[in-house]
């Protein structure tokens, strides 16, 4: 009996480790991110942000295996992250492809750099699949979850039109991606931590 007892303890703490797991393993990803940018931008001072793109670190001297290494483990981060959203609020859904595509891309970039031209290509295709994921994943979530399904949207349309006026204004790729990445991370956040979000909302009326 006592035996049962403590078996049936040491799961129930072990789920609750879980998915304490579950809900911060991300936050790591966002710290490696922000370090390895910080980091760079100090080793490669002579690299302006404002005129260039995030893969010159990939081919930068001693730096380029940090930075593709981090922008790998990132990539995987954000697998996992998906595949919980998807298996979370529409389980089973098809549109998992759609954000394994675009995160494979990912990966192939980080893997290839951007003395390929392919690079670009990957480049692009993760840019255009995991903001149009985002989108499709907020589309498909407004019947059953009004709220988290046009906070969707809303950071899907803003990771396109932000980056874009960006570019426009600076002529470079850089800040643009970082941008980019930013509403990827918010979208992450919203969603792992949505009853927070949902009571947030509610304190002002919508």
Request: net charge positive; glycine share 4%.
């Amino acid at each position: 009996m006592f035996d049962n007892v403590a078996n049936t303890d040491y799961m129930v703490h072990m789920r609750a480790r879980v998915e304490r797991l579950k809900q911060v393993h991300y936050i790591a990803a966002i710290i490696l991110f922000v370090g390895t940018l910080v980091f760079c931008s100090f080793y490669a001072s002579d690299i302006s942000l404002e005129h260039t793109s995030l893969s010159h670190y990939g081919i930068y001297k001693k730096i380029g295996f940090f930075w593709n290494a981090s922008l790998f483990v990132i990539g995987i981060t954000l697998f996992i992250e998906a595949f919980l959203n998807i298996n979370k609020y529409m389980k089973g859904s098809w549109l998992i492809y759609f954000f394994i595509v675009s995160l494979v891309c990912l990966l192939l970039t980080a893997s290839i750099n951007m003395n390929y031209r392919i690079h670009y290509y990957f480049a692009f295709t993760y840019f255009i699949g995991y903001t149009l994921s985002i989108f499709l994943f907020g589309y498909l979530l407004m019947k059953s979850d009004l709220r988290m399904g046009i906070t969707s949207i809303i950071i899907s349309v803003s990771s396109v039109v932000c980056p874009l006026g960006l570019v426009m204004y600076l002529h470079s790729f850089a800040i643009p991606e970082i941008a980019h990445t930013l509403f990827v991370f918010l979208w992450v956040s919203i969603t792992k931590f949505d009853n927070q979000y949902r009571n947030f909302l509610k304190r002002f009326g919508l």
